[in-house]
């Protein structure tokens, strides 16, 4: 049995349909059933809550491998999932970090990923690290300002991303859990292109059939009140400007060929993604 966390989400979704689609048992943990009523008929649902220890047993019990996505700026959520999995005799975990854990000096935003690969690596339990960069789906923050004024603020100029489909992340994770030869490494994960923020732009307004504009952010303050417009704690607001900040300065883009590599096939292309998803903008 594989248990997905995070199931409802852009990466544990089409994860738990690229395991589905194998044919594997799969089980899904759920704060709210409602969101996972389009999962695949034939995957079980488990109430619970990895902020909440006491409601994980019924999850991880008979869970052989577990695909482990925890969110939030802390690690409690990784202690509480590493802790039920022991309990339960977890064979393999599968953990979802950030590539941004690969930076010299690691940024704010990599400590905390850091920290919860440590717990994950400290547990005893074989397992093997994901890495993904930027997501195409972040693209989708943009849609306020896009469907209101038919723009969208750059904060990263002449910074280049080679953002990824979660779809491929899931592929990856999917493939990971299924066979064997993974355990104990760390797959650091992007997409094929490098693009800046203007490139992406042009590419979506392709997809809508719609003209956009690209505003440069006037400070970095602004930029976050546009991703956060009700405010963001302290931390994340000083990490989110930090990584600004490093993305800004990387005009080539940090590009790895871990996708084609393991799944034998090239990246999903942001246009590829634009098109999915033109609705959203309109």
Same mark, same amino acid.
């Not at 979704?13 to 395991?19: D, G, S, T």
């Not at 931390?235 to 400007?241: K, R, V």
């Not at 600004?244 to 096939?265: C, M, N």
């Given at each position: 049995?594989i248990l997905?966390t995070? =199931?409802?989400?852009?990466?544990? +979704?089409?994860? &738990? #349909?690229a395991?589905?689609?194998?044919? =594997?048992?799969?089980?899904?943990? &759920?704060?709210?059933? /409602?969101?996972a009523?389009?999962?695949?008929?034939?995957?079980?649902? !488990?109430?619970?809550d @990895?902020?909440?220890p006491?409601?994980?047993?019924? /999850?991880?019990?008979? /869970?052989? +491998? &577990?695909?482990?996505?925890?969110?939030?700026?802390?690690?409690?959520?990784?202690a509480?999932?590493?802790?039920?999995?022991?309990?339960?005799?977890?064979r393999?975990?599968?953990?979802?970090?950030?590539?941004?854990?690969?930076?010299d000096?690691?940024?704010?935003?990599? +400590?905390w990923?850091?920290d919860r690969?440590?717990?994950? #690596?400290?547990?005893?339990?074989?397992?093997?690290?994901? #890495?993904?960069?930027?997501?195409?789906?972040?693209?989708?923050?943009?849609?306020?300002?896009?469907?209101?004024?038919?723009?969208?603020?750059?904060? !990263?100029?002449p %910074? #280049?991303?080679?953002?990824?489909?979660?779809?491929?992340?899931?592929?990856?994770?999917?493939?990971?859990l299924?066979?064997?030869?993974?355990?104990?490494?760390?797959?650091?994960?992007?997409?094929?292109e490098? @693009?800046?923020?203007?490139?992406?732009?042009?590419?979506?307004?392709?997809?809508?059939?719609?003209?956009?504009? !690209?505003?440069p952010?006037?400070?970095?303050?602004e930029?976050?009140?546009?991703?956060?417009?009700?405010?963001?704690?302290?931390?994340?607001?000083?990490?989110?400007?930090?990584?600004?900040?490093?993305? +800004?300065?990387?005009?080539?883009?940090?590009?790895?060929?871990?996708?084609?590599?393991?799944? %034998?096939?090239?990246?999903?292309?942001?246009?590829?993604?634009?098109?999915?998803?033109?609705?959203?903008?309109?």
């Amino acid at each position: 049995m594989i248990l997905v966390t995070g =199931a409802t989400g852009n990466v544990g +979704r089409a994860l &738990v #349909r690229a395991l589905d689609a194998k044919g =594997a048992p799969v089980r899904a943990l &759920v704060r709210d059933p /409602a969101r996972a009523a389009r999962l695949p008929a034939r995957v079980e649902r !488990v109430v619970g809550d @990895l902020g909440e220890p006491a409601t994980l047993a019924p /999850a991880f019990d008979g /869970a052989d +491998r &577990v695909f482990l996505l925890t969110p939030g700026l802390g690690s409690e959520h990784t202690a509480h999932a590493v802790a039920a999995a022991r309990a339960a005799g977890v064979r393999h975990l599968v953990h979802l970090s950030s590539a941004n854990v690969l930076g010299d000096p690691v940024p704010a935003m990599g +400590r905390w990923h850091h920290d919860r690969e440590e717990i994950v #690596r400290g547990s005893g339990i074989p397992f093997t690290v994901l #890495r993904p960069g930027g997501f195409m789906t972040n693209a989708l923050e943009w849609a306020d300002t896009i469907r209101t004024g038919g723009y969208v603020l750059d904060p !990263v100029g002449p %910074g #280049r991303l080679a953002p990824i489909d979660p779809a491929d992340v899931a592929d990856v994770a999917a493939l990971v859990l299924t066979e064997d030869g993974h355990r104990g490494e760390h797959h650091a994960l992007t997409g094929g292109e490098a @693009l800046t923020v203007t490139e992406q732009v042009a590419l979506l307004a392709a997809a809508t059939g719609r003209p956009l504009a !690209v505003r440069p952010a006037a400070t970095p303050e602004e930029a976050v009140r546009a991703r956060f417009p009700d405010g963001a704690p302290a931390a994340l607001a000083a990490a989110i400007t930090e990584t600004f900040a490093l993305l +800004r300065a990387d005009t080539t883009g940090f590009r790895t060929d871990t996708v084609q590599r393991l799944l %034998g096939r090239a990246p999903r292309t942001f246009a590829d993604w634009c098109a999915r998803h033109a609705d959203a903008f309109r």
